[in-house]
Each structure stands twice: as structure tokens, then as C-alpha cells.
């Protein structure tokens, strides 16, 4: 267990509402992740953090956008919902970005219905 | 092409038996390299990190990595039905700005059966 909670642990939605996903950790780790996982895809790379305000875009930002105003919490937007972002979504967290200090730990995941 | 690859499973062993896991990656860059398992609605947890060629032990999992083929294996020896879960490969680029950000494949559903 690496300190890291997320909320909602599972949310039903509609197309077109906003929904913001919390990743919270409590060690102060510098990098956080947000990924998607979808069958046959593996974990995609949505958005990611390498300090407070500092953010930048992964393979499927699309429709996401990410804020870090505390060291401790990473959210996740969707601005308006869609069917296709109907996934299991998780956030990690590594201490470093090199050998094994870029390991990455995992919170227990959101499951995200789009409706 | 897919940055990672994994053999694309499902991969079906006895109990007892050896159960090879593979994954080839095209990144000449990637210097470490993660194995994780995770289980059915579960989040991925670490298994073993490789950044060196050859082999490393860990109790029954070896990992093994050849940088010149770009191939990284997993063999977990004396195969449980616990071990039933599907396998993650990740690499990293730890040059430049990667900021330590992991490319997975797709993962190998591994089921062993008694």
C-alpha cells in the first residue's frame, strides 16, 4: 500500500455531465499518473505530474484535463462525458523517474459507466 | 507497431509446471523494466524490476532481460493456481524528460489449472 486513495471508487454518469476523479497520496511522492485501462489495451497513459502545477499530456488526453494544486491530490476532468470514456481508471504514483525509483504504485482504480 | 508486446495468451498451465511470460519492446532507450501482476478488479502491484542483462531471482519468479533483442521474459517456476492473473510488461525511458513515464503491453492472461 503506497499511501494512495481514489474517489469515487465507482461512478455512474450521463453523456455530457462533467465528473472529477481525486487521486490522493499521502507521502508526498513528486510523480503522479493517471492511466486508463480498457481489455485488449493494457494501461494508457491519460495525463501526468512532475511537481504542483506541473502537468502534461500522456497518449489519450483527449477529452481529459488534469489539475495539481497540492502535492497530495491529482484530479482528473472529463469535461463532458462520453460513451468511449466508460473504463476502470487508476492513478500511480512514482518516487523517481530512473531505475527502480520509477516504479510505479497503484491506487485501487475507479470504474467509470458513461451512460 | 506497438511500443511493448506482449505473447498474446491466454496462456494455460498445470499446476507445478513453469509458465513463461514474454515481451519484446522497440524503444532502444528503455532502460528499466517492470513485471505486474494484477488480479481480477484489482490494481497492478509489482512483481520484479530488471535494469541489468541476464537473469534475476526473485522465490519463484525470475525475470529476464537481453537489451541487444529487446526482449524481456518472466518465468514463474512451481506455478500455483494463485498465480492465476494477468501479467502486465512496462519499460521506461529514463532519459531526458520522460519524467518516468511507463509504456505498458498489453498484458497475458495466465490461468493455471490443479
Known amino acids: 500500500d503506497a499511501g494512495i486513495t481514489q474517489s469515487p471508487r465507482h461512478k455512474v454518469t450521463e453523456t455530457g455531465t462533467p465528473v472529477t476523479l481525486r487521486c490522493h497520496q499521502t507521502?508526498?511522492?513528486?510523480?503522479m499518473y493517471w492511466y486508463r485501462q480498457d481489455p485488449g489495451h493494457g494501461l494508457r497513459l491519460i495525463h501526468y505530474?512532475?511537481?504542483?502545477?506541473?502537468?502534461d499530456k500522456g497518449e489519450v488526453s483527449d477529452g481529459y484535463s488534469v489539475s495539481r494544486s497540492k502535492t497530495e491530490d491529482f484530479l482528473l476532468t472529463l469535461e463532458s462525458a462520453t460513451s468511449s470514456q466508460t473504463s476502470v481508471y487508476f492513478c500511480?504514483?512514482?518516487?523517481?523517474?530512473?531505475?527502480?525509483?520509477?516504479?510505479?504504485?497503484f491506487g485501487p482504480g475507479t470504474r467509470l459507466t458513461v451512460l | 507497431q506497438k511500443e511493448v508486446e506482449q505473447n498474446s495468451g491466454p496462456l494455460s498451465v498445470p499446476e507445478g509446471a513453469i509458465a513463461s511470460l514474454n515481451c519484446t519492446y522497440s524503444?532502444?532507450?528503455?532502460?528499466?523494466f517492470f513485471w505486474y501482476r494484477q488480479y481480477s478488479g484489482k490494481s497492478p502491484e509489482l512483481i520484479m524490476f530488471?535494469?541489468?542483462?541476464g537473469d534475476k531471482e526473485d522465490g519463484r519468479f525470475t525475470a529476464q532481460l537481453n537489451k541487444a533483442s529487446q526482449y524481456v521474459s518472466l518465468l514463474i517456476r512451481d506455478s500455483q493456481p494463485s498465480d492465476s492473473a494477468t501479467y502486465l510488461c512496462?519499460?521506461?525511458?529514463?532519459?531526458?524528460?520522460?519524467?518516468?513515464?511507463?509504456?505498458f503491453g498489453q498484458g497475458t492472461i495466465l490461468t493455471v489449472h490443479p
Open positions: 500511480a504514483i512514482s518516487v523517481g523517474t530512473s531505475g527502480r525509483l520509477a516504479t510505479q504504485y
Open positions: 507521502e508526498n511522492h513528486r510523480y
Open positions: 505530474s512532475y511537481g504542483v502545477k506541473d502537468t
Open positions: 524503444d532502444r532507450g528503455s532502460q528499466s
Open positions: 530488471i535494469y541489468s542483462n
Open positions: 512496462a519499460v521506461v525511458n529514463a532519459g531526458g524528460t520522460s519524467y518516468g513515464k511507463l509504456t
